[in-house]
């Protein structure tokens, strides 16, 4: 595994240690970016009930996780390629942690996130959004009903 960096353990909201980027996971011809297959291994969890079993993300040079006291973290998901942990979360104090190594946030095929994402016509492709994991991440965090809208 090629990793960029050191570990940075000094975030003090998270119990383990967050490593630069996978430079292999991507399926971009440029190492570290493009979209990665990340499992959901946690279907009980309010942010991850209503989850496909298999989704696809942006990724940039993200980190993955690693724990150092396993009994204080819920782990959510881990990428596909290398099983390390992709989305966890923890108490931190009188609130909650949610901590990933991608970019929900980044909706690839469109453009109401502000990012003009290069599509070339290769890819990348995105089947399905990540939205609403990042919908319910914030319900969970903020303590709100993580069930379903329209």
């Known amino acids: 595994m090629d990793n960029v960096g050191s570990p940075e353990n000094n975030l003090g909201i998270f119990p383990g240690v967050v490593w630069g980027s996978i430079l292999e996971i991507a ?23 209503s989850a496909l079993e298999r989704i696809t993300m942006y990724y940039q040079r993200g980190c993955f996780l690693e724990l150092t006291e396993t009994n204080l973290v819920t782990i959510l998901a881990v990428y596909n390629a290398t099983g390390k942990i992709a989305i966890a979360t923890c108490q931190y104090s009188q609130g909650r942690v949610f901590i990933k190594g991608t970019h929900p946030e980044i909706e690839e095929d469109d453009n109401r996130d502000g990012v003009d994402y290069p599509v070339p016509e290769s890819g990348p492709y995105d089947p399905e959004s990540d939205w609403p994991l990042l919908r319910d991440a914030v319900k969970w965090v903020s303590r709100n009903n993580c069930s379903q809208t329209s």
Do not use: L, Q, S
């Open 27 to 49: 399926d971009h011809p440029e190492p570290g970016w493009g979209m990665a297959a990340i499992d959901i291994v946690n279907t009980t969890h309010p942010m991850t009930d």
